[in-house]
Every structure is written in structure tokens, then in C-alpha cells.
């Protein structure tokens, strides 16, 4: 495989850094985000594909395969406003892997959003993580390559960024990992980290 170092990971680890240790102790005092009024939504990303592990991933210390690449659009719907900081969602996604492979990918999933975050006012930003199923329609050469083994259908994780301008509460900037796994053996006898990805897109909200 031909790989190359995960430069859009080293631009978005200090953000995902901060937001996240900024988040508890600022949430009283956030400014809720202005979409309350927008339920549903959807994403759309591309994403380079990693055979390192989801830890390396979510620590934006993976290298990226350029020759290994994926097209997703999710929709997604809020199910619950647990409070003004907290949403749950239901997420459904059509992934075509257009470059190294050429098979569909279906993923449903739920997922749980943290909203508000101290700088809300000036740029509205997202926490989000989902788990569900993903289906192959193939059984991923990639996956193969990388763990000896794989199935059609494994665990999913979904870790999301959002970042938008409060004055276009519709549209935001999208950082994803996207991840299918074994789940410690659950899917597949052995299977353990079948493969990440990092997708970079947009969302809109309505």
C-alpha cells in the first residue's frame, strides 16, 4: 500500500484536543447552538482510509492510504433532546468506496452530540460518537490486507467533529473517523480492528 502521513489529522488534533477538555467545565455557561429548530440532517465526506489502530486514529497518528479512498451521505434525525447540551440521533449511511475498491457500504447507527462548547457564539461546534452495524456488499481487500480476515457485516464507530458560523446555522464543516471493527471478536471469529478512515466534508442542517 502506498501510504502517506495523515496531514488533515495534525490541523484538526489541537481542536479535538480542546474542545474536548474545554467542554465539562464550560457547559453552564455555553451558549446553546442556534439549530434547535433543525432535526434532521445530512452529511456528506470523503474519507482516506487507515490500517492502524482506532487509538492511533482518534490520536490523529495515523497514516492515510491515498490509494484507498471512500464516498459517504448520511442522514441523520434527532430523537431526543436530553437537555440543551445533549442530543441523541439516528444515523444512516450509503459509503462507495470509489478508489482502491469498488464496493457499497451500508451503516446505521445511534449516535449522542454534545453541543455546546464556550465559544459557541463564534464558532458553533459539535462533539459527537455513534455505534451501530456496517454492511460490505464485498468483503473489504483492504481489511483483508490488514488483519488476514474480515466479514461483510461488523461493528460501527462513528467520532465526529462539527465547526460552523452562528450566522449560517445550517451548514458546517464535518471531521469524521469512521471505523469498522470486529467489536473484540463479536463479528467474525478473531477479527479484531478491521479498518478507519478520516472523512473531511459538510453537513446541513434542516
Known amino acids: ?78 430523537l431526543k433532546r436530553q437537555n440543551r447540551h445533549l442530543d441523541f440521533e439516528v444515523e444512516g449511511q450509503v459509503a462507495k468506496h470509489h478508489k482502491g475498491m469498488d464496493h457499497f457500504e451500508f451503516n446505521i447507527l445511534g449516535v449522542a452530540r454534545w453541543r455546546t462548547f464556550p465559544w459557541d457564539k463564534y464558532l458553533d461546534t459539535s462533539a459527537a460518537g455513534g455505534v451501530g452495524l456496517s454492511y460490505a456488499t464485498e468483503k473489504p481487500e483492504f481489511e483483508i490486507e490488514a488483519e488476514g480476515k474480515t466479514e461483510k457485516l461488523l461493528a460501527y464507530l462513528l467520532v465526529e467533529l462539527t465547526f460552523g458560523l452562528p450566522s449560517v446555522p445550517s451548514w458546517a464543516l464535518v471531521a469524521r473517523i469512521h471505523h469498522r471493527s470486529g467489536a473484540w471478536g463479536t463479528f467474525g471469529s478473531g477479527i479484531q480492528g478491521a479498518s478507519n478512515a478520516l472523512g473531511v466534508g459538510l453537513k446541513y442542517r434542516f
Do not use: C
Open 1 to 78: 500500500m502506498v501510504r502517506r502521513q495523515g496531514s488533515a489529522g495534525a490541523a484538526l488534533a489541537g481542536l479535538f484536543a480542546v474542545s474536548i477538555w474545554a467542554a465539562p467545565a464550560a457547559a453552564d455557561d455555553a451558549t446553546p447552538t442556534t439549530t434547535d429548530d433543525a432535526p434532521w440532517a445530512i452529511t456528506v465526506y470523503n474519507a482516506w482510509m487507515s490500517d492502524d489502530t482506532l487509538g492511533s486514529n482518534l490520536r490523529f497518528q495515523a497514516d492515510y492510504e491515498t490509494d484507498f479512498q471512500l464516498f459517504a451521505v448520511a442522514v441523520s434525525k434527532r
